[in-house]
């Protein structure tokens, strides 16, 4: 069974950097992609950043320019880069990996990593 195991959590500052990181328990090329995901008290879940193998890797617009995904392929692992963090970007960050497409798409996630950032 897959498992997705995030560290790097925490209490941040308004502007300040934290990087998160997502363990998983087998080679991260078995999966189409990776990415981040977060959910705010009372919001739906929405995505942060993403990569598939086949080379694109996707941000949502308001992390651009401030948020990086990368990996470690021999510690299977990816991270979030977050720099100059906003107060309304405090949420639980969920890593996702997933196998296939379309219908036959199926989706596994770590248990979330708690980020808060303070005014």
């Known amino acids: 069974q897959v498992q997705l195991v995030e560290s790097g959590g925490g209490l941040v500052q308004t502007g300040g950097s934290l990087k998160l990181a997502c363990a998983a328990s087998?080679?991260?090329?078995?999966?189409?992609?990776l990415g981040w995901y977060r959910q705010a008290p009372g919001k739906q879940r929405e995505l942060v950043a993403a990569?598939?193998?086949?080379?694109?890797?996707n941000y949502a617009d308001p992390v651009k320019g401030r948020f990086t995904l990368s990996s470690d392929n021999a510690k299977d692992t990816v991270y979030l880069q977050m720099n100059m963090v906003k107060s309304e970007e405090t949420a639980t960050y969920y890593c996702?990996?997933?196998?296939?497409?379309?219908?036959?798409?199926?989706?596994?996630w770590g248990q979330g990593t708690q980020v808060t950032v303070s005014s």
């Open positions: 996702n990996a997933h196998r296939g497409t379309g219908w036959a798409k199926r989706d596994y």
């Open positions: 087998e080679n991260i090329f078995s999966f189409t992609g």
């Open positions: 990569i598939t193998w086949g080379g694109s890797r």
